[in-house]
Structures are given as C-alpha cells and as structure tokens.
C-alpha cells in the first residue's frame, strides 16, 4: 500500500517535524518521506480537514469479552472500535471466561488479533482465575506474549502472593499491576463516601480504601523492587502517595481513567447506573488533584478502562447494577474539554514504554504507526457515536471536542 497523507499537523515531541504541518508519503507500512507540498505520483491521498497526526495511541486497560462474553464484545469488533477510536494498540485485561491465566489463553487471543490494524498486547492475571489465591503461571504468559500481570478490578488481599510475584517477576523483567481497593474497608458502598452519597441514601467507599491499598503495594515494591503498576487512580491523596514514592525512586507507575477526569460524583443525582464504575467517581477536588497529577508528571498515562457490561446488568437499581462503563469512542473527545492536545497524545502514547513497547517517533524510515485526529469542533455523544456492542456509556449526552478520524498502523488505514 502506498499512500500520502497531506497537510498533517505533526503532534510529536520527540520528532523533528513537531508543531509542523508536513505531507507524509507512506509505503509499505513505512514512513518513506516527510515535506511539503510532496507530489503525489501514483500514492492514494489521504486529506482530512484540520488533520492533526501523532504517534499510535496505547490504551493499557481495555476489556472485551471474548473468550466466553462475546455478547458484550468480539475481539475483531473491539479492535475495529478501538482503530476508528484512534488507538493503534491496546492492553488486554484477562476478565473473560476463562480468565487468561495461562500461555494457551495468551495464544488464544493473540491469534484471533492476528490481521487487524489495532494491535492486542495481553495482560495476563496475576492469580489463577484471578481469584486471587496461587499465582498463575507468569513466565510462560510472559514468553507467550503477556505484556503485564495483574487481575482486573480486584486487589490482592494477601501481601505475601504480591511480595512473591514483585521478586519472581525481576527475573524476566515482568511488570505487577496491583488495583488497589481494600475490600474490607469498601465493604458494600456502592458511591464515593461524601455529602452526594449521603444525600442520596448510597453506602459509602472512602477514599481511605484506596490510599491504605497504595499505601500497602508501595511499601511491598519497596521491599523487594521490581516494577510496579498502580491502574485507574481517584483520590488526591492517591495521587500524593506515588508522588512521594517516585520521589524515593521507587520504579512505581499509575494510570488515570478518562472518566475520573472529566466527570465527578455529582453525575450520580439521577442513580445513573452508567456511573457506576470502579473506583467510584470522586470529588471535584479529587478530580483536579488528578489533573494536576498529570501536569507534574506523576501520572504517566490515560486510559478509556473500556469496559463494555451487558443492559441487564445496568437496567437495575444502583447497589446492584455492575461497575463499568465503555470509554474507546469518547476517550478523545471528553479529555480535549479538560486537557491541552499536546498533554493528551504525552498520556496516550507514553504507556508504550512503561509496557515494554515499542514507540514509532515520526520520522523518515520509521513504522508508520499513527493516530488521524482534529482539536476542532463540538459535538454531544450520542448512541449513534457508539461502535461497541454495549451502549453503557457515562458519557451520552456529554458535550466533546474535536474528534478522531481513525489510524494507520500494521500497513492499514482505517477511518470511520
């Protein structure tokens, strides 16, 4: 394939056309020129109005469903999302049936990815069945193809299997993801503990469920090394913690989800089910905390947690209904509202390298592995704006900004 993407906005901080707005001539999945005004010879154009290009986006916690929940979603249909969403690769959480904790179910989904322009990259679990027990059988996952381990949505209640798999993992360089919600303290809440949970009659998390989980996984990292990644961070203090623990150079790593960003637990007036998520949208003051967080760099990246649930189980009353909402197709959209472009595509793609991931820098000869997008526009996002099987999105009806026009990667371009 040959192609030529004209009058493209670079957005590239490590390239040399950053801020430049350049043709760039692709063949064969290759970065073959980069200029201005270039001829386009036999190459099939490529214009998009305000087109703006940067690295392919990484999205490290994405949940589909197949194996064993394809009515919530395929693989090839999630992918097909996750390209005209923008992301060139996504991280691969293990919650299917079965759950991927071994190398068989590592192949399994590697290989139903096999051909798509969006790329799958594994996390296996860190637990058998992520039931959080015996650890699963990390290193041969890892040689499989398994990029990180952790089991999703689900804290470690033992330290010691924490404590076993951070040393166990040193030997292959393998990375720990420890969600971190202290399950006694959460008990049954439902919302975040505060003056809308209990204007509403809803139990109660506090933030302390986090911040004591944190608090435990950093002492353990600190124990015994390795790598450590800390998913979907909430609180402020959250945020303070694994300040203080980079500050001791710690080899710690956190992410933050779109919607905890954007939206605050004053969405739940309505007993929204679409709300529901885990961790529970916090304060407004929680939610700058985390803007801040990513200013300073002590957020790393920005994740959907694209996590499609079937209408039964959200069409119910609020303490019953499952956490979870679907992020891929809003993700860009809601943060333009609240963050710089430049900031935005730093936390998109800078998970790449904390995951072992190869970055493609926009540059003559390199892999053109590429996100299309503009920063104009205004549109409010509706049904029809959603490509996934599950229609359960906190952001229906939330005014966005600019929008994605697809991805090249894998010697494919995809648009919608």
């Not at 079965?98 to 190398?103: A, S, T, Y």
Request: one cysteine or more; a negative charge.
């Amino acid at each position: 394939m040959k192609l030529i993407i004209k009058s493209a906005k670079i957005i590239d901080s490590k390239s040399s056309f950053h801020n430049q707005t350049v043709d760039l001539l692709i063949a064969d999945g290759l970065i073959e020129k980069i200029g201005v005004s270039l001829p386009n010879d036999d190459a099939t154009v490529v214009r998009f109005d305000d087109l703006h290009v940067s690295q392919g986006w990484f999205d490290s916690s994405v949940s589909l469903g197949e194996p064993g929940y394809e009515d919530r979603e395929t693989i090839a249909n999630g992918l097909n999302v996750a390209a005209k969403s923008g992301f060139t690769a996504i991280g691969l959480q293990p919650n299917s049936f079965p759950v991927i904790d071994n190398q068989s179910q590592v192949n399994f989904v590697k290989n139903k990815a096999n051909g798509f322009a969006t790329e799958i990259f594994p996390i296996g679990a860190l637990t058998k069945a992520s039931e959080g027990k015996d650890m699963a059988e990390l290193f041969d996952m890892k040689k499989a193809g398994a990029i990180a381990f952790g089991d999703y949505n689900k804290s470690i209640d033992n330290a010691n299997i924490l404590k076993i798999a951070l040393q166990y993992v040193q030997d292959f360089d393998g990375l720990v993801i420890a969600y971190s919600q202290d399950p006694n303290i959460k008990g049954n809440g439902v919302a975040n503990e505060g003056i809308v949970s209990t204007r509403l009659g809803l139990k109660g998390i506090p933030n302390l469920a986090e911040e004591l989980q944190i608090s435990r996984n950093l002492f353990l990292l600190e124990y015994t090394g390795g790598k450590l990644h800390i998913p979907t961070i909430s609180t402020a203090k959250s945020v303070q913690l694994i300040r203080e623990a980079k500050a001791k150079d710690l080899n710690v790593t956190c992410s933050v989800s779109v919607h905890h960003l954007v939206l605050t637990d004053e969405k739940l007036d309505g007993f929204d089910t679409r709300f529901k998520v885990t961790p529970p949208l916090r304060t407004e003051s929680d939610r700058q905390a985390l803007l801040n967080g990513i200013a300073d760099g002590t957020i790393d990246m920005i994740t959907s947690d694209h996590n499609p649930v079937d209408i039964e189980f959200k069409k119910m009353e609020f303490d019953t209904a499952k956490n979870g909402t679907i992020g891929l197709e809003s993700a860009f959209g809601a943060l333009l509202t609240v963050l710089p472009v430049e900031t935005i595509v730093s936390k998109l793609t800078s998970g790449r390298a904390v995951f072992g991931l190869e970055n493609h820098i926009i540059e003559e000869g390199a892999k053109a592995n590429l996100s299309l997008f503009t920063t104009e526009g205004k549109s409010t996002f509706t049904k029809e704006n959603i490509l996934s099987k599950s229609k359960n999105s906190a952001f229906l009806g939330t005014e966005l900004k600019g929008s994605v026009y697809g991805v090249l990667n894998q010697n494919q371009l995809v648009t919608k």
